[in-house]
């Protein structure tokens, strides 16, 4: 992707960033749907530049809760102007399609989340090493003997993290300030819904 002179990935127009996502903290940290599932869509474009095919199943599985979760949201849009009250009001139906998207959704961007964290915590580190680390810590306990072999190719196709870093935009102490920023807010975000998710009331097994 083309960026302004001196811009980076995160003020391509259209695209919403999870810092814009409001989060009502009088509400038990509501998060507002819509905006929620923009960023969400808005993030498949990192993958875009970690460069390989081996990614596309991480994108499809992203994209899929989303489209899940949308589907939701638009035949019952008076019940899930946020994440909490969509599932609240699915699962009282007895359906948990979308809440089930959401519980993998959820995992997914703690995935993405926590590779990033730990590539940026650590300067000298390859970005396979840490989506690689931050698979083990997330996703691949949920994955099959099946799908583990698929991701695993995924985390070895990584660039190397100073191409990848380049990619984002020209300025790197612009492209640094501004990843921290958006790490931050989807760190925030993640950490709510893993909470809420986690709750007694919200397990449909």
Same mark, same amino acid.
């Given at each position: 992707m083309a960026y302004p002179p001196g811009g980076t990935f995160f003020d391509l127009p259209g695209k919403r960033s999870y810092v814009d996502v409001p989060v009502d903290e009088s509400k038990d940290n509501a998060i507002q749907?819509?905006?929620?599932?923009?960023?969400?869509?808005?993030?498949? @474009?990192?993958?875009? &530049? *970690? @460069?390989s095919v081996a990614f596309t199943p991480v994108k499809n599985d992203i994209n899929g809760n989303i489209t899940k979760i949308?589907?939701?949201?638009?035949?019952?849009? =008076?019940?899930?102007?946020?994440?909490?009250?969509?599932?609240?009001?699915? =699962?009282?139906?007895?359906? &948990?399609?979308?809440?089930?998207?959401?519980?993998?959704?959820?995992?997914?961007?703690?995935?993405?989340?926590?590779?990033?964290? &730990?590539?940026?915590?650590?300067?000298?580190?390859?970005?396979?090493?840490?989506?690689?680390?931050?698979?083990?810590?997330? *996703?691949k306990q949920h994955h099959s003997f099946v799908i583990k072999p698929i991701f695993s190719a995924a985390m070895s196709a990584t660039p190397y993290r100073k191409d990848f870093y380049a990619k984002l935009g020209d300025d790197q102490e612009r492209v640094g300030k501004e990843l921290e920023m958006w790490l931050k807010a989807l760190e925030r975000r993640v950490g709510i819904l893993k909470e809420f998710m986690g709750r007694k009331e919200n397990a449909w097994k």
């Open positions: 749907t819509t905006e929620f599932l923009d960023a969400s869509e808005a993030l498949l @474009g990192l993958f875009d &530049h *970690l @460069g949308r589907t939701r949201q638009l035949a019952s849009p =008076l019940d899930s102007s946020t994440l909490q009250s969509l599932v609240s009001t699915e =699962l009282a139906t007895k359906k &948990h399609t979308a809440t089930e998207a959401l519980l993998w959704l959820t995992r997914g961007l703690d995935f993405t989340a926590q590779a990033l964290r &730990h590539n940026m915590d650590n300067p000298s580190e390859e970005l396979s090493t840490s989506f690689r680390s931050a698979y083990g810590n997330t *996703l």
